[in-house]
């Protein structure tokens, strides 16, 4: 991934500093080598934002500044990566990595009505826990490690074509005209 689009998307250390909740974190969040963007913090900072999205808890924001600090990461594009899980792709996320879960541990699916309330879910938690959230780490798992992958392959071939690029200039230029 170009470094420049990157930075375009990315928000800055400032605007971070207005989201509240990440004031818990105190100012070591500010560091730069969780803001520098390279191939590594980019692609686990991708891995971090993917996973924590897939998870159904509350904070996903936070989690994921959490680890992006504790991995070394790319700081904004985990916490941004989290809203992949927004109130539209929420329910058929959650939905998929609970039928999933469902099919690893052998449990008839008992959702057959999915409400996103607080007062379904706390009815039916008891219930649907367990499947949930195997299915969401699993999820969480591959969908992040496709996106550490995907980043990791087209950073690669980034740096590859630039190289290549070069190498045709410096041979163009040792022709001469």
């Given at each position: ?26 100012d070591w969040i500010y560091q730069g080598n969780l803001w ?85 879910i706390s009815a039916r938690i008891g219930v649907i826990w367990q ?47």
């Amino acid at each position: 991934m170009p470094r420049k689009t990157l930075k375009r998307w990315l928000p800055t250390p400032h605007r971070i500093r207005e989201i509240g909740t990440l004031e818990v974190l105190g100012d070591w969040i500010y560091q730069g080598n969780l803001w520098h963007i390279n191939r590594y913090s980019a692609a686990m900072g991708c891995f971090v934002g993917i996973f924590v999205a897939f998870l159904p808890l509350p904070g996903q924001m936070l989690l994921a500044a959490i680890l992006a600090v504790l991995l070394r990461c790319n700081l904004p594009l985990s916490v941004a990566l989290v809203w992949i899980t927004n109130p539209v792709t929420m329910p058929p996320i959650f939905y998929l990595s609970y039928q999933l879960g469902a099919l690893l541990i052998d449990v008839p699916v008992q959702v057959t009505a999915f409400e996103l309330s607080l007062e379904w879910i706390s009815a039916r938690i008891g219930v649907i826990w367990q499947p949930l959230l195997l299915g969401s780490l699993l999820s969480g798992l591959l969908c992040g490690s496709l996106g550490y992958t995907a980043v990791s392959l087209l950073w690669r071939l980034r740096i590859a074509r630039k190289w290549q690029s070069r190498r045709q200039q410096r041979a163009a230029r040792d022709r001469g005209p």
